[in-house]
């Protein structure tokens, strides 16, 4: 009923918004592994890298600087995007097999972004890195591989049954095979080679004339094509923008080559900035400039293993620091972690007449709040079981100073949870809630190892976790490199913090309205090692 009488309420405020009597068209540009610290209008003094034009957007329009995403990794980040919820909501995805291969993350029947705009009647389109699975067919009924999936037909599932009426992508990242492009779920090309890129070197199905370091290119000229043709139409348009870049593999474009200060990491930096730049000049060019809302931001902080290598080689962005670069800005932590530098990320708006140019917000928003910002723009109601963790902050746009409607937010590492409230940020976890090869220290197992040697024991269960060896309390305002854990001092916040937690958990939604089931039995601290535990714990 909230969003309801929200809807009733700001509707006519929305549409008033727009600075021509129609809707406008909104373009959402989306950046893989690009940090905070990459872009100079937001990175600064630890900026090494010309950007400028994320930086003109940021002029022309609005910048965030308090832009979260759900998760420091790209599936459960872009679910999150794509539907106004909480990745960890959902039930497990259907079975797929490995990297690009990935199973469909959630049913057909979820509710998008691409199902609200054609409510809504927009056109919609979606280009670029896809990776919330699909559905492949296969020689032999099996689960979609390497040696069984049938390249010479059509896919089964993909983004044309998640609302969008046409799409131009890749399965998931560039380094993940299949390395072929999808149109509307037919096969671009002949798949019949194999192939593999630098970074992790995964050797698999492509298409014969795929090649890394054009892929950038294509997502523009693409997109370029999808505005041509709808800029005589008086249907408006969303467009969906997933760029594969600054993700590895690092390879830029030839003319890219060589034209940054730090190195390849930076050249690759520069060809991403350069798409935006194209996306927004072709609205220009079509006199789509005054009635278009554009937004641009990354997926999630930059992954460590990215520098001036091509080989992914862990830490190697910390070389970069020596050349006044970072890609992670001032804060701790890169992708995986649970730290501001996996999960802050570069956000800008631009919309003439309708948002104050050079202006800067300082208020916390998620990625998953575009869908009701969104809904709101365009005029489209949301049903109470729609977008339930997605808050509009569409009144931000307007005025930055204007009263949040976010308060708190719940995000995650690979490894551990989240719970942000105002200022202050508690980690349900000890370390960075990361694990594994390319691990931000301290990694999960060395710091729940000591986590119990501080405790004395192995806990029971999971009540025995909500103490200070086993969760971190930061007060981002005065300490925005979260280097001073607090938990031990505030004993009373953290489980005020806990509590509000448990409960968005277990309501299903974040937002007003009533009880929503999970697709899966959620915790405040998940996931945990197994060896944590004492016999007979859990």
Known sequence: MWKKLTFYLTATFAVGFATAADRPNIVFILADDLGYG??????????????????????????????HVTNSVCVPSRTSIMTGRYAMRFAPPEKGGPWAFIGLQFPTDQFTLGKMFQRAGYATGYIGKWHLGTRMVTRDGGIQDSDNTDFTKPIEIGPNDYGFDESFILPGSLDMFPYAFLRNHHWVGEVTAQKGWSAFNRVGPAAEDFEDFEVLDTWCD???????????????FFLFVALTAPHTPT??????????????????????????????????????????????SSDHGPGHYSGKKREATAFQMQEMEKDGHRPNGPWRGYKFSAFEGGLRVPFAAKWPGAIPAGSTCDSLIGLQDLMAT??????????????????????????????????????????GSVFREGPWKLLLCPGSGSAGRFATNPDSDTAWQDAIKAFGRKPKNHAELEQPPFLQLF??????????????????????????FRATLEN???????????????QPFQPVPKFVWAKGGK
């Open 475 to 500: 007060h981002l305002g005065d300490d925005p490199g979260e280097t001073n854990n607090l938990a031990a001092e505030h004993p009373e916040r953290v489980r005020a913090m806990i509590d509000s």
């Open 251 to 296: 390879s830029p474009a030839p003319e890219f080559e060589g034209k940054s200060r730090i190195g390849i990491y930076g050249d690759f930096v520069m060809n991403t900035d350069a798409c935006i730049g194209r996306v927004v000049e072709a609205l220009e060019k079509h006199g789509l400039t005054d009635n278009t809302l554009v937004m641009a």
């Open 374 to 415: 969104w809904a709101e723009v365009a005029g489209a109601e949301l049903a109470d079981d729609e977008a339930p963790d997605s808050i509009s902050f569409l009144p931000l746009l307007k005025d930055p100073k204007a009263e949040p409607r976010r308060t708190s937010m719940v995000m995650q590492g690979t490894r």
């Open 508 to 522: 299903g939604r974040s937002t007003p309205g009533p009880k929503l089931e999970n697709g899966r039995d959620l």
């Open 222 to 236: 693409e997109a370029e094509q999808f505005i041509a043709g709808r800029s005589k139409s008086e249907t408006p």
């Open 38 to 67: 990459d872009i100079e209008a937001f990175g600064g003094e630890h900026c090494n890298v010309d950007t400028p034009h994320f930086d003109a957007l940021c002029a022309e329009g609005m910048k965030f600087t308090d832009a």
